[in-house]
């Protein structure tokens, strides 16, 4: 056959034409020998990679050695992947989603067919015919890149291309260990090589597949095809449509370049190569291409909302408060990065103890009687007895960082370990801690006191020592009571229910500091909100030391269980998105004083909020009973009402957490006050609050203790004081019966000394067979003792603390 005679003929079909030999330029032949020398390259990497190699590892400098490379980790076949986590009300409300990575890992049969389809097509098209690496591919990309002298196409397999991404993820948020993961070095493309093998070994085609729509990043913050499909149509991925599909697929190669949002144009360009891709490969007809390549992108684009900021009807401090209990429980991980690394990997679905009809009723409160714009604000915690359960956390300042929109992040709520600031002082909040410490320690309820107008504060026992006035006389070492008609003697129930500050720095005389700190301990006050431990000092059963509301709603849902303490609870259980259930914390109660002490302690504080009481004026709609402390403090900086039902305990705290405004002249929630008190600032946000959370709630009455008026002769005129022969002197007075005396004298300036008609039920009218008898019979084993003469020795405290 003649060389002419050897030219092939073209088909009439064919496009093909015979071109004459063109001769080779010299960068023509150094392309083709960087083509070769690049074949040679490669085939020594796989052969020292793949057949040998324990060589491969030595000839290559990597770090691994043969037992290496020959194995995979197990994370690797199902990495940890980081995903939402998602918190929710008692009800199963959504509270919040937050993420570290915004990825919810789906199951095939969760993935609508066409992204599966459209991902391997777009990506690598021959993935269910080659292995971990396809030779074709590598050779065309090779060829491709020689001929262009660019790296125009690249070899990865969709397998090795979930290898790198596995990389990245299991480097988490360290920038070096990132870095290090995306290294192009021959050790590591090596390794990736090796594990791609691995995989394919030991997963089937569709696990992988699966596994890479899982992990791989869509831009917008989400991760994973789930998320992307939530992000960019609103949908979950089984219920993508064609061109739906092939937008996202091609959205892989690069998600900034394909932003639909930012790039719509480049967007539908590449959606639509996709399309085209998806007809070559024979997975959709030419009719159906040409029928998604006319529909519009078709966004319901949704933004991230990541974090405690999304939560509504002001859940966020709470969430916020979920999250620290999370990394600071030892339950949920022996090691502070344990329990780190279970928060940042989320995939949880955390049940709370938050109830959403409380938590509004809450922040209505907090919100409608302070103006977000007011010199000062609210915060209130509702806490059940018995259980320790957060029903509500709510305040004023909305969660957010926007300052010129009095947003704030702290949580006026709760200590600053968990989230809170350093706390407020409670005034006379704490007296009622006092009071149990001094039953605890023997003392009757009918204990009196001659609560002189003002004293210097007398020398007292600590745990390690004693306490001495050393300003004796001077003005900090003197206590005063709030009004100048407030003089003793007084008993412990009208004490209490006129806040008299001279009764309890007597009483605490007389038990000691010791017993006072161990007490409070014992009820959950531990240190100070800010972390610092206690100081035993004379104010502090005044309430001169910080705390946090939701420490002092604890202190009283402990009266209300009669003596049971619990420690706060906010998680109720806690699963996985495969349904496993992730140990919580149990419930955590200990008795921590007699019911005798705590039914005493409930019989008093309901005298507080009755006729002649500084929080008289206090009730809820339907009338039930409740018990509670007013708290104001120096300067009226702060002011507190924590009060309880049988089955709710709330505290409510106003104030300016920073300036320390004195409430004054100030306007609050469009309302004008002269001076802000416990009963009249903080008291009517806990009235409206509880008033709505306990509408659906069955009344429960407390446990009550018929304490007697104490009888004692008057020296003016030497007959008891209330008989006809002594009418409007000075006496102890009745708190429960608004008997005459000072605990029914009329002081405009004072509102717990002003008479008030207030409610017909009294502490006087028990609810149980407890009864103190006036002859001296005990509960429990208190027995009466007599008043203590006058203190000989001076105290100095920091603050005055104390008062309504």
Known sequence: ???????????????????PRRRETPLGILRHAATFLGSCVLGGVLLAGLILPAAGAVGLGAKNGAEGFQSIPDDFKTPPLTQATQIFDAKGGLIAKVYERDRTVITADQMSPLIRRAQVDIEDARF???????LKGVLRAI???????AAVQGASTLTQQYVKNVNVELAGDDPVAVREAQRKTLGRKIQELRYAIKLEEDLPKEQILTNYLNITFYGHQAYGIEAASQRYFGKAAKDLGLPEAAMLAGLVQNPSQYDPKLHPVAAKKRRDTVIDKMVENKHITADQAKEAKAAPLGLNYQEPQNGCITAQAGMGFFCDYVRHVVKQDPAFGKSAGERKKLWDTGGLNIYTTLDPDKQAAAQNAV???????????????MVEPGSGKILAMAQTRPYGLAKEKNQTVVNFNVDAAMGGGVGFQPGSNFKPIVAAAALEAGLPPTQQYDSPNRMDWPTMTTCEGTWKNLNKGKKDGVIPNESPSEKGPYALKQAMALSVNTYFVQMEQEIGLCAVKQMANKLGVTGKASGDPLQEVPALGLGTQEVSPLTMANVYATFAARGSYCAPLAINRITTVDG???????????????TDTADVINSVLLGVTEKGGTARDLRLDDDRQIAGKTGTT???????????????????????????????????????QAEVYGATGPGPIWQKAMSEAVRTVPDKEFTTVRIPDPVRRDPGCGGPTGSPSCTGTSGAGTSGTGGSGTGGSANPGNPGGSANPGRPRSTDTPTSEQTWGQTGGAIGGLIPRSTPSAPSSPYAPPDDGADQ
């Open 367 to 381: 919100s409608t009687l302070v103006y977000v714009t007011d010199p000062v604000s609210a915060a209130m915690t």
């Open 634 to 672: 120096d300067e009226k900086k702060s002011a507190w009402f924590t009060g309880y039902t049988g089955d709710l305990a709330g505290s409510v705290w106003l104030g300016s957490p920073g300036t320390k405004i004195p409430m004054r002249n100030i306007r609050i929630g469009g309302q004008y």
């Open 580 to 594: 496993k259930d992730v140990p919580v914390a149990p419930a955590r109660c200990d008795q921590v004083m007699s």
């Open 143 to 149: 060829t491709k890149n020689a001929e262009s002298g």
């Open 1 to 19: 056959m003649s060389p002419k005679s050897r030219i092939p003929r073209p088909d009439p079909g064919d496009t093909w034409v015979p071109r």
């Open 128 to 134: 269910y015919e080659h292995g971990a690496v396809d």
